[in-house]
């Protein structure tokens, strides 16, 4: 009896504790009182006031990496960043879900289908140029809906114990064949993998596609939760090589020094292993702030934020004139296969061709 | 004395219960009525492509898991509760907590030290290298999401049968053993077959669950139906594809829940008649084996997840690594699990009192309704609150105020039954009494129902305390812009590979929901978790 | 208290059904203002649930109840139980566990009661034990303050569910005594459900026979004792043994003799002897066939001249008690009832 006293008691006690909390986040009222800038064309937008209030940034992008950005964003514009982190594919159910209503004003996301499936519901409104010309027309929306921000390549990431520089692949086609028999991994339930299979389908035509997946389940392809989880099989020597983004090894190399057992494989030119895909930004159409929503994906784009993702994540920087780390392939000798980063949402029939072949069961 | 065992009662509660339990039970409908909605916003096809791609062998596999985890549940829970509870073990007490404390540990954590810790080259792996282990068995897929699953849902069994043996009526038991049946055949003749409803309803928990789960397949790599619905939505952005497979899962839910109901229709319900005074069961030559198979299942629970943990601070700190500000977190976690404790317990009274004193089907009804949510995963329900939010809510939409409503919706089930347990336990005629003497139904409720059931209502909180304090999806998807937690950072470091970043909050986050568990171990009312 | 209503409660016709069973099949019952009568039966005859249906827990399906005249239950009218004027005493006394001896008993009272309270603890003689709380409490000490938390709010009618099946025999004894007294101290109009004849005949003014569902006799404890309406009343109000006989002009003759009729009746019919009636005196000789010693009395198995075996009760001081032959007669007037079958 009394114990349950004391744990009421403690309970009422947290009442005021909670009502703190719930009353914290009401601030936002403000944003509302842009809707005179939201009227006016994109591309006139940026030359007039100077942008200011808070916006909301749905990010996909992990919180470790973006805070330091957006705390120096907010340093240096006075403009205030409230963010919701969260798994891209369910921000954009959320955006989706929230339709006009949606109190975010910037979706960045971590890949390009994402910001494929939400252009295609009409979500974003279109970019002003200002923030177009910075990007090469490769890595942004056909229609300016929305920007990439910084890059990934497809790579095979093999532990230099094991492989020799001589036998690795110069195609991903090659890993159906039996030297690499049970010594191969992959995430298929990762979007850049998903995006792969996609750009595969686009390339090689359904049936193509189809073998190469049959081929690889019959020559035991080892699956794995994502990128990370590959990379560090392929050290500990579970595998031998492995599907996966380029920059996931810088990572290791700079937590676990050079003496980590893997390095970075580029396959040949063209071959849809050497896929780009990207991390990216768009504005919403119903954004509350627009003109500090542009102001923010401008900041992305410059040097200091580009320079920041080349050197904390080993990405690509995508503005021009930004050069990437140098121990990476440098971007413009990067040569990914012919194909529209746009054209990768379509992954409806990815997934069926997963499930199809038992990659995906 | 006919008159007492079927004693229909026809007078009808009263408006200022059935008002509010009927809002609570319709707040509990809106994943329901979301998906519904969604799932038919484009006709049949998208019923028909799920079916194409596999959804029915889907759910076999989801529910096969269900089933090995449940059995698996069952076959740990039953000895350890009868040792706890039953024999002459030396430590019992700290053996009965013991077994309690992995609830603290939320399936996304534990999944991700089984994998670092049990993984082909995993920890293990190196200790046995100098062995010439090269490599341990295969951990993803089928058997290390069913040892995960099992490890973090076992105490949900556990729990209910440690409650059904406490209360068992013993008279039974000695009335065997003075027939001259031994006490192992007793056990077996008189013992289980009373111990029935209580391990259907930790297995119902169990299942539902495992149904539910998401962060233990998906670390481990193994394709379930809960996680085909986060496939849809990440890989082809579809809400309607995953609102429909929603609604197979809760369809599915709702069979095994009528089911359930069945078999407890059956059963019936066995009232204790006097608390367990039975001496002690000597264990002889069978106490060290006994011991040794509690420290196993506590090792591998509760042993291995801290220890990884553990491990991962040690070489984070000494690598110097970069740690998260866990104060503000954990400061709103622990605001979040306490407000929603408060809601959903004062929320859920109303409906426990419909289902516990009032018998129609309309009490049965809701407190089922409130059930299926359960099966569903987080982030189904998660978005069902985001469109109910921002279309009718608008206010509340993106406040602490929302995510306290889907905690409420989450975990009413969790309340409700220790509630209608606690009610079920205070003699009706208690009310008979109160209601002779003069006062209104609802006078008699505060001053003799609801005084009484104090002390279920603090043992419903601290479960949902303890609950909310290791939710995951909605507490993302829910909770404003910026509004940092516990799980979230877990979360957010984990996905970044941060796992020294992930250790500190996490075992924060564990050492939090410990509390709780220790609190009800301690009370010693854990039982009350019995639906 | 309204006194001039001469019956504070009555019962026309009352059924309860549970799905097929009729509980309680035609009930009637008028307790005047001041009574204390006992509602005696076997288990399921239907006395509880009558009982309950009058203090407003169960739904009557056909009939009429009314209190102090207001009508109170029937198929189509409910009064709920707290408004009905009607306290319950409880089988297990049903005390709130967490409230005092004073906040139990003040329960059924509005602010400013204390005066009552405390006199009704002086009635109880619980002086001294207010602030304990029921498990703190003898089960005489329970049994005092579930009746005095039921007379607080001065009922019209207070109703009483087996007070005394939960103590053992002596306490038994004191309890009767206590609750009558108290019960009569508040004239305090009740209905007490026993099965117990013992307890209805001690402290009931009439008693209420109940078998399947019906009142089959409404009478005095006198009167059941010693002229029961029927048959079947007969064997509740004591050990109930019939002998053939045949009536004319006010006595009939017997396997025992001649013996006194209570009622009036001729020809064939069978007469009530309860087997105390049978005293050694100059009669009728009889053999004894079988003898079993029982304390205080002894019970005799008789053989009359005929061979008809018949039961006796004597005292075990009685010098009869030991011997094998003697004569008895029986100096009771008894009842008679048309034959069997």
Known sequence: MKLSRLLLFAAVAAIPLLAVACGGDDDDDSAGGDAATATTAPATATATAKPSGSITVYSGRGESLVKPLFEQFTKDTGIAVKVKYGDTAELAALIAEEGSKSPADVFFAQDAGALGALKATGAFEELPASITNLVAATYRAGD??????????????????????????????????????GKVGWAPTNASFQAFVTGLRQLEGEDGAKAWLEGMVKNDVKSYKDNKAIVSAVAAGEIQLGLVNHYYLYGFLKDQGEGFKARNHYTAAGDPGSLVNLAGAGILKDAPNKSAARAFVQYLLGEPAQKYFSEQTFEYPLADGVAADSRLKPLAELQPPDLDLSDLQDLQGTLSLLRSTGVLK | MVARVFRPRSRTAPAAIWLPGLLVVAATFIPAWYLAKRSTERGWDPWARALENSAAPLMVRSLTLALVVACASVLVAVPAAWLTTRAALPGRRLWAVLMAAPLAIPSYIMAMTVVDFLGPRGTLQGWLEPLGVERLPEIYGFWGSAFTLTAASFPYVYLVLRAAFATADVSEEEASRSLGVGPLRTFFRVVVPGLVPAIAAGVLLVVLYTLSDFGAVSTLNYDTFTRSIFVEYQTSFDRTGAAVLGAMLAMVAAAILAAELTVRGRMGRRASRRQSLMRPVPLGRWKWPAAGFLALIALLSLGLPLGVLGYWLLKGIQADANFPEIGLAARHSVAMAAGGAILTVLLALPVAILAARYTSPFGTVMEQAAYLTHALPGVVVALALVFFGISYARDLYQTTWMLLLAYVILFLPNALSALRASLLRQPRRLEDAGASLGRSPLRVLASVTIPLARPGMASAGLLVFLTVMKELPATLLLSPPGYETLPGLVWSRSTDALYAGAALPALVLVGLAAIPVALLSWRGDLGSLES | MDRSNPE???????????????????????????????????????????????????????????????????????????RRSVGLVFQEYALFPNQTVEANIAYGLGRGAAARVEELIRTGQLEGLAGRYPHQLSG?????????????????????????????????????????????????????????????????????????GKVIEFATPRDLYFRPANWAAAGYGGEAQFLSATASGGTAETPLGIVTLANSFEGRCQVLVRPEWIMPAPGVAVRVSARRFEGAHSRLTLAAPDGTPIAMTIASTAPQAFEDHFCVTVRQAVPAYPPAG
């Open chain 1, 144 to 181: 300016n809906s929305w920007v990439g921000v910084s890059g990934r390549a497809r790579v095979i990431v093999y532990n230099p114990d094991l492989v020799t520089a001589e036998k690795l692949p110069n195609s991903v086609k090659d890993l159906t064949a039996e030297t690499w028999k």
């Open chain 3, 8 to 82: 504070p409660l009555t019962c026309e016709g009352v059924e309860v059904r549970f799905g097929s069973l009729r509980a309680v099949d035609g009930a009637n019952l008028a307790v005047a203002a001041g009574e204390i009568v006992a509602l005696l039966g076997r288990s399921g005859s239907g006395k509880t649930t009558l009982l309950r249906a009058i203090a407003g827990f169960e739904r009557a399906t056909a009939g009429e109840i009314r209190i102090g005249g207001r009508l109170v239950e029937s198929p189509s009218t409910s009064i709920p139980a707290h």
């Open chain 3, 140 to 212: 005489g000490q329970q049994q005092r303050v579930a009746l005095l938390r039921s007379l607080a709010p001065r009922p019209r009618v207070l109703l009483l569910d087996e007070p005394f099946s939960n103590l053992d025999a002596g306490l038994r004894l004191a309890m009767r005594e206590d609750v009558a007294a108290i019960l009569r101290a508040e004239s305090m109009t009740a209905v007490l459900v026993t099965h117990d004849r013992a307890d209805a005949m001690a402290i009931a003014d009439r008693i209420a026979v109940m078998e399947a």
